[in-house]
């Protein structure tokens, strides 16, 4: 009886080490690319002891601007793990309750796939219980500076002055 317990708990575990990974896994690649960002700056900060991973999704907009030209945000949230920072395998690390949640929101153009540049991607984390109404009005500001404007100047629209006679 105590080895089928102990053989259940196992089980129970290599399914938990998954799950730290599973949401990230079913994100689309155009998101990844954001989050990614986002884990690099984070997990690289010299204050963070432990490792971060992407733990869920709380909005996220894509909007198809034509041309392989996207604009993305995505609002998400990391969550510290049981593996100290910089560690290079995380299939063994485990999602601690211990510790607040990291709110992310970054915005990016992407062209076939690859993050535009310029405009700099934008990107805001801090952790959950510092984030104030201030600064999400200043997150959306950014982000929407990064948006496209429809009935704004697009190249084929630019008509040289030269060329006009």
């Known amino acids: 009886m105590a080895a089928l317990m102990l053989w259940l708990l196992g089980v129970g575990v290599l399914f938990?080490?998954?799950?730290?990974?599973?949401?990230?896994?079913?994100?689309?690649?155009?998101?990844?690319i954001g989050v990614d960002l986002a884990l690099t700056n984070v997990n690289n900060h010299s204050s963070i002891q432990q490792h971060f991973l992407f733990f869920n999704s709380v909005s996220q907009m894509k909007?198809?601007?034509?041309f392989n030209l996207r604009y993305i945000s995505h609002h998400f949230n990391l969550k510290a793990t049981d593996c100290q920072r910089g560690v290079n395998d995380t299939s063994e690390c485990q999602f601690r309750n211990d510790r607040p949640l990291i709110d992310c929101l970054v915005c990016y153009k992407t062209f076939e796939g690859e993050i535009e540049n310029p405009p700099t991607p934008y990107l805001h984390c801090i952790h959950k219980p510092k984030l104030t109404e201030e600064m999400r009005r200043i997150r959306a500001e950014q982000c929407s500076r990064m948006e496209y404007r429809r009935g704004s100047a697009?190249?084929?629209?630019?008509?040289?002055?030269?060329k006009r006679n």
């Open 16 to 32: 938990l080490g998954s799950d730290a990974q599973e949401a990230y896994d079913d994100l689309p690649e155009i998101l990844r």
């Open 63 to 66: 909007e198809e601007l034509g």
């Open 154 to 162: 697009t190249l084929l629209g630019v008509v040289d002055p030269q």
